[in-house]
């Protein structure tokens, strides 16, 4: 699995949009990018995952540059509630999901 | 919404008892996980499941963990003797993978374990 690297923090101010990156310079062709995020004391929650190609969700957008070296997580309009540590995971299908040690995201109003 | 459904949600137990965590993965899921938390490690993978064989348990330590799929319905996480450096919260997650596309996984609300 290729490794990545998230800051280990980050602030973001209420209805803002909120930009998570993420780096993987490391990654092969076949390996999907993921996003989880864990909310205080509750299970990990998945957001949004791509090969090649942008996308988009209901919960989030995740941008991948065009040589796959990097990914940007974005929620548009970040509410309290966002507040949470998110897991930049890359991983080829059907392999095991490990988790690092994430961005602390914090809303503030 | 479909869910993972992990019991017991809390447990406290004295050191030296078994302590057996279940779980119910989301109906036609075919992987399963199971996760150990704690302030220290961060989020550890204990061992996964695939069409209820177990793929990697490397994660647990074999002397007094145990990790089951009775059947597609329930996986189950045995500690045996269990320790107070087990104290944790264990995850249960599940997914389909379909060996041609992404495995999204779907994780249950946690066990959480004090050994005293």
């Known amino acids: 699995d290729a490794k990545t690297t998230q800051p280990t923090s980050m602030d973001c101010a209420e209805g803002r949009a909120a930009n998570l990156p993420c780096n993987h310079s490391?990654?092969?062709?076949?390996?999907?990018v993921y996003w989880y995020r864990q909310i205080h004391s509750q299970g990990p929650q998945y957001i949004i995952h791509?090969?090649?190609n942008n996308e988009t969700n209901e919960m989030a957008s995740l941008i991948i540059t065009e040589d796959r070296k990097s990914s940007t997580l974005i929620l548009p309009h970040a509410t309290l509630r966002d507040t949470a540590v998110y897991y930049c995971?890359?991983?080829?299908?059907?392999?095991?999901?490990?988790f690092g040690e994430g961005t602390q995201l914090t809303v503030n109003p | 919404d479909a869910r993972v459904t992990q019991t017991p949600r809390h447990k406290v137990t004295e050191m030296g008892q078994e302590v057996t965590m279940r779980c119910q993965p989301i109906?036609?899921?075919?992987?399963v996980f199971w996760y150990r938390q704690t302030m220290m490690q961060g989020l550890e993978l204990l061992a996964y499941?695939?069409?209820?064989?177990?793929?990697?348990d490397s994660g647990m330590p074999k002397d007094r963990f145990s990790a089951e799929m009775p059947d597609a319905t329930l996986a189950t996480l045995k500690i045996q003797p269990s320790e107070p450096r087990d104290s944790a919260v264990y995850f249960c997650?599940?997914?389909?993978?379909?060996?041609?596309?992404?495995?999204?996984?779907?994780f249950g609300a946690g066990s959480r374990l004090t050994v005293l």
């Open positions: 997650a599940s997914g389909f993978d379909s060996n041609s596309g992404a495995n999204v996984l779907t």
């Open positions: 490391t990654i092969s062709g076949n390996e999907y």
């Open positions: 791509g090969l090649k």
């Open positions: 995971i890359v991983i080829i299908s059907g392999s095991r999901l490990t």
């Open positions: 109906l036609g899921h075919n992987t």
């Open positions: 499941f695939r069409n209820r064989a177990p793929l990697d």
